[in-house]
């Protein structure tokens, strides 16, 4: 969003990018939620617009970005007891995700690009590494991608490109 000058001067979407992946059938799921079928069993898959969607502009000088996210009317479209996957394009909602989401994937930080020792030393996130990268397990589980690009700085050291693959299906009760 942040590229796509008409959607900043109108402060909302549809975004450019957007449109290009409706218009081939793509779905575009910005505070929407959708049942997929899985092995016979339907689990929802939720997405929320973007947290830091709109720049500062003239009439928003010296203010955070503006988000278009809406996490409480995203969920509100997922039937009670549901199984829902989150996509939330920012980390820094999952504290605010309630357990009966069972996983929310996101990217945004790309690892924080440079790795230390498990840590980076900066991260665009006001968690700071806590959800900057890989798995953590709190009130349910999220998944944080490094991603394959870079952002603002073209560095990665010690997060390599990723592209995540996370499998569904019945788990064995054994296991």
């Known amino acids: 969003m942040w590229e796509d000058k008409t959607a900043q001067a109108r402060g909302a979407g549809p975004t450019i990018a957007g449109e ?9 799921l910005e ?10 069993h339907t689990v929802w898959l ?54 009966r989401i069972a996983l929310t994937l996101s990217g945004h930080t790309h690892g924080g690009q440079v790795r230390l020792f498990g840590r980076s030393p900066v991260v665009p996130s006001r968690y700071g590494n806590r959800f900057a990268y ?26 390599p490109p990723e592209i995540v693959v996370v499998e569904l299906g019945a788990q064995d009760a054994k296991r």
């Open 134 to 159: 890989g798995h953590v397990r709190e009130q349910s589980d999220l998944i944080t991608s490094g991603g394959l690009g870079t952002s603002i700085a073209p560095v990665r050291f010690g997060v």
């Open 31 to 40: 505070n929407d939620a959708l049942p997929l079928s899985v092995k016979g």
């Open 20 to 28: 290009a992946l409706r218009r081939v059938g793509i779905p575009v």
């Open 46 to 99: 939720a997405g929320l617009g973007d947290q830091l969607a709109l720049l500062p502009g003239r009439k928003r000088h010296g203010h955070p970005r503006i988000g278009l996210d809406d996490l409480t009317g995203t969920l509100a479209k997922i039937p009670d007891g549901a199984p829902a996957i989150l996509l939330a394009h920012e980390p820094d909602i999952f504290p605010q995700v309630p357990p």
